[in-house]
């Protein structure tokens, strides 16, 4: 089967050897994108876990000091540019928001998709019109009836991503390399006359 993929002139050491290197790096190949994509399942875990732990900070900050003491502590707090908070009445009006540049150009939603009752949280996925770029955005119904928005952008995670996954490639890169090298001596002595 394999014998056809290769040229007759070759020597069944050489297709050996390059079927070999093949399955090598096709297993590299493999390895690397299967670690990508645990990778991206662990930031976006992560993601959520953030989400759900500032909404819950937040909601107990504006319940004890209100939309105004709420915003002094998530501006003083000198969070990153890639969060975002909003305070909307039932009807949908914006009670406070703080939204730096990085996470404008999102929709947010003037209602959650379902009805919340107080206390209960939901998360969203944003994408953004003009970058490929998501914003994940949690909503929790407040005490007094308003709903509390937190959301944060995938900006950082997807550098972070991106940033491993060249590393994976180069070290999976190496490795193939040290490992190809026995595979070559070895057809080098076999085909040795």
């Not at 050489?14 to 299967?34: D, E, H, P, T, Y």
């Not at 909404?55 to 003491?69: C, P």
């Not at 890169?173 to 001596?185: C, E, I, V, Y």
Request: hydrophobic content about 45%; aromatic content about 8%.
């Amino acid at each position: 089967m394999f014998s056809k993929l290769f040229p007759e002139r070759l020597s069944s050491t050489w297709r050996l050897a390059i079927l070999q290197g093949l399955l090598l790096m096709g297993s590299v190949a493999v390895c690397v994108l299967m670690s990508g994509h645990a990778l991206r399942g662990d930031l976006n875990s992560i993601a959520r876990s953030v989400v759900l732990d500032d909404l819950g900070e937040y909601a107990l900050l504006y319940n004890r000091r209100g939309a105004s003491g709420l915003a002094q502590i998530f501006t003083a707090g000198k969070h990153e540019e890639d969060q975002a908070l909003r305070i909307t009445t039932p009807e949908g009006g914006v009670v406070m928001e703080e939204i730096p540049a990085a996470v404008a150009g999102y929709q947010w939603p003037s209602h959650p998709p379902h009805p919340l009752r107080s206390g209960s949280t939901v998360l969203l996925m944003l994408d953004h019109p003009a970058r490929n770029e998501k914003a994940l955005l949690g909503c929790k119904a407040l005490h007094d009836g308003n709903l509390l928005w937190f959301g944060r952008t995938d900006a950082e995670d997807r550098a972070y991503e991106e940033n491993i996954r060249e590393r994976l490639w180069l070290a999976g890169l190496a490795s193939a390399g040290f490992m190809l090298l026995p595979l070559w001596w070895f057809t080098r002595q076999v085909l040795r006359p």
